[in-house]
């Protein structure tokens, strides 16, 4: 999890605003605003090991 807790926009606080896990990102509890989002993973879905598996899986 992320140790900065970002500040509501509307509210100005950062005391109401929560980490909710399903969502994986920071909410803020009295306006309900989304105030961060985390991408998990935003690398290609395959890996390379060797030169000729790079030329082959070029997209």
Known sequence: MN???PCCP???HSK???W???TN???CVV???VLEDT???SGPEWRTF???DVNRRSR
């Open 3 to 5: 140790e900065r807790v």
């Open 10 to 12: 509307k509210c100005g």
């Open 16 to 18: 109401y605003v929560k």
């Open 20 to 22: 909710d896990p399903a």
């Open 25 to 27: 990102s920071f909410v």
């Open 31 to 33: 306006h309900g605003i």
């Open 39 to 41: 991408i998990i993973d």
């Open 50 to 52: 060797d030169a000729e």
